[in-house]
């Protein structure tokens, strides 16, 4: 604004002096000198009007700078205060924003994921919680420009987690072998479940808290059943890795 301010007034000054010059020396040849004098008098007065508005303009814009070099600086005190009381420095606070910067593109990220997709990485949306209670146990976390920002981050997580809620997880008892048949494929293939058994890595997956060996589930285990849909990527790895296990053990025996 400043800028454009200053080139409108040079350009009105100019093209005053230039008319100026200009019609001097056709008026000189057309006008009585009482004419001519006039007409310079006049020409004079609104180039010394332009050069009164030029100079209250720039007063004004050296006016403006002092202020918001003040402003800046009045800024820079109170943030320089508010470190100090809570015992941080310039460099303690740039590594604080780094990490509510690391924040907010794991939510981000997890936010762009389908329900089924989110649900195979639900533990990332741990780590981000793991990550805002770590960033709460600074004292900088108490500056209100963090304060917000992390309680807006709490609400994005708190979001994923209902987000995992309304896909309508369900749940599944494990029952016995003997009169159940209980396996992961035999539960994946369940009518009531996915009625389909190669979905059986997605529940392996989705348990992977209380399942580290998909060959053995226990009788009375609540597993939780992921949405239905087709097998993530992370899925297929965990299935495809299982098979070379087991076909690595079969050779060697």
């Known amino acids: 604004m400043e800028n454009q301010i200053m080139n409108v007034v040079r350009r009105m000054s100019l093209v005053a002096l230039a008319a100026l010059v200009m019609v001097t020396g056709v008026l000189a040849q057309e006008m ?3 004419e001519w004098q006039k007409q310079m008098n006049e020409w004079t007065a609104k180039r010394d009007e332009l050069r009164s508005k030029l100079n209250t303009l720039q007063a004004e814009v050296d006016q403006l700078k002092k202020t ?3 402003k800046a600086a009045a800024i820079k005190k109170c943030n320089d205060d508010l ?3 809570v015992g941080a420095t310039p460099e303690s606070e740039r590594a604080f924003a780094a990490m509510l910067d690391q924040i ?16 195979a990485r639900k533990g990332e949306i ?3 919680q793991k990550m805002i209670d770590e960033a709460r146990k600074s004292k900088l976390s108490l500056i209100p420009k963090y304060y917000d920002r992390l309680k807006e981050q709490q609400n994005r997580v708190d979001a994923l987690r209902r987000s995992l809620e309304s896909a309508g997880m369900q749940s599944y008892t494990v029952g016995t072998w003997a009169r ?4 992961l494929w035999n539960i994946a293939k369940k009518p009531a479940v996915y009625d389909n ?16 060996n998909p060959d053995i589930i226990k009788p009375g285990q609540k597993l939780k059943i992921p949405p239905k849909g087709e097998l ?4 297929k790895a965990a299935a495809r890795s299982y098979w070379q296990r087991k076909q690595a053990a079969g050779s060697a025996q």
């Open 68 to 70: 918001d070099a003040e």
């Open 126 to 128: 741990d780590d981000v």
């Open 83 to 85: 470190l100090a009381l």
């Open 32 to 34: 009585t000198k009482d």
């Open 232 to 235: 993530t990527q992370d899925e």
């Open 180 to 183: 159940d048949r209980d396996c």
């Open 104 to 119: 907010d593109s794991k939510v981000n990220e997890l936010s762009r994921l389908s329900n089924q997709d989110l649900w």
């Open 197 to 212: 058994a190669f979905m059986w890595p997605k529940i392996w997956q989705g348990n992977k808290d209380q399942i580290s």
